[in-house]
């Protein structure tokens, strides 16, 4: 069993930062595909980033250059560093863990799910 835990969501304007954490259980957290995904109002949820146990990384079109997942194996923790943020940015972030390694963008792809943390951007 994969616990994960999502924390850093809040209220900010458009062309803020916030850094999200997602923090997981599991003595082979290393060896875990993570990835973010984010469902706003209405829509289905959507990928933004993975980062491989390698640490390579993946990014949706829609937020490179601004947004940076990155992994801390000693604290069992993935971040998403999320710059210049838009008011289309806004939804609720999940994290999610592939323990398959099926290097995946789709949700159903992803075997392990956190509660998601709020973010809302205002114009």
């Known amino acids: 069993q994969v616990q994960l835990v999502e924390s850093g969501g809040g209220l900010v304007q458009a062309g803020d930062s916030l850094r999200l954490s997602c923090a997981a259980s599991g003595r082979t957290f290393s060896r875990y595909y993570i990835g973010w995904f984010r469902q706003a109002p209405g829509k289905e949820r959507e990928f933004v980033a993975r980062?491989?146990?390698?640490?390579?990384?993946v990014y949706a079109d829609s937020v490179k250059g601004r947004f940076t997942i990155s992994r801390d194996n000693t604290k069992n923790t993935v971040y998403l560093q999320m710059n210049s943020l838009k008011p289309e940015d806004t939804g609720v972030y999940f994290c999610a863990a592939d323990t398959f390694g099926r290097l995946g963008t789709n949700p159903s792809e992803y075997n392990y799910w956190g509660q998601g943390t709020q973010v809302t951007v205002s114009s």
């Open positions: 980062v491989n146990p390698s640490t390579a990384t």
